[in-house]
């Protein structure tokens, strides 16, 4: 059974840090691409930092968060990292880790979400 578990939003001043985590279990991790997305107040939810499995394996951030947020993996311990930096009050939102072999369209599997939140 495939399980995700995110956690570590918190609130935090504009310009600080927050890591978070996205624990998962069930499912081979070679095969399955990786996702953070964040859905902030009166928006749609985006894809924010993605882990891609093929191609050697890669990752790819939306364009708001290039340069301020990473996404890691450590498959032996089967934990996820988002480590957010110089963050934004545009950041605030709720944040969800997503797992899928497709690596793209609805996403299967998904964490419960974490909150966080930036003010300035």
């Known amino acids: 059974q495939v399980q995700l578990a995110d956690s570590g939003g918190d609130s935090v001043q504009a310009g600080g840090s927050l890591r978070l985590s996205c624990a998962y279990s069930g499912f081979p991790t070679s095969t399955f691409c990786m996702v953070w997305f964040r859905q902030s107040p009166g928006k749609e939810r985006e894809g924010i930092a993605f882990?891609?499995?093929?191609?050697?394996?890669?990752?790819d951030y939306h364009d708001s968060v290039k340069g301020r947020f990473t996404l890691s993996r450590d498959d032996s311990k089967n934990i996820m990292y988002l480590q957010m930096t110089n963050l934004k009050p545009e950041d605030t939102g709720m944040y969800y880790c997503a797992a899928d072999t497709r690596c793209g369209g609805d996403w299967a599997y998904w964490g419960q979400g974490t909150q966080v939140t930036v003010s300035s």
């Open positions: 882990h891609y499995t093929f191609s050697g394996g890669f990752t």
